[in-house]
């Protein structure tokens, strides 16, 4: 015989009086529907009791990572990512020679107040 806090072997530790309802498992539930580009369809719960407002637009399809949207005709469109710039690409981005030449001359600058602070 089992004596003391020691739980018996093979019985559910916790499984008082307080079951599942008490829990929340068996709350009531709304399902809502959520479509993604790749056309996953997403099935999660919400309470019944949560607001329209507090129901988000759009969620993360956990199959593929795109986002999922209410609208199955329209799902939400993939998020454009900028390529990788090239040296060429930055070339094509530099300065005019006026900006240049201030910069040069603003980063001379602290330059020679660093060693001029340092070396005295």
Known sequence: MASGGSAIRGSRVGAGPMGEQDRGFHADRIQVLYWC???HELKPYFL?????EEIPEQLDCPNCG???GRDKENPPSVAKLEPYKTHLAYVKERRTEQ?????LHEALEQLRARRGRTSA
């Open 66 to 68: 795109l986002p999922a």
């Open 99 to 103: 900006e240049a030449a201030t910069l």
């Open 37 to 39: 580009a790749n056309g």
């Open 48 to 52: 019944a009791t949560i607001e329209p």
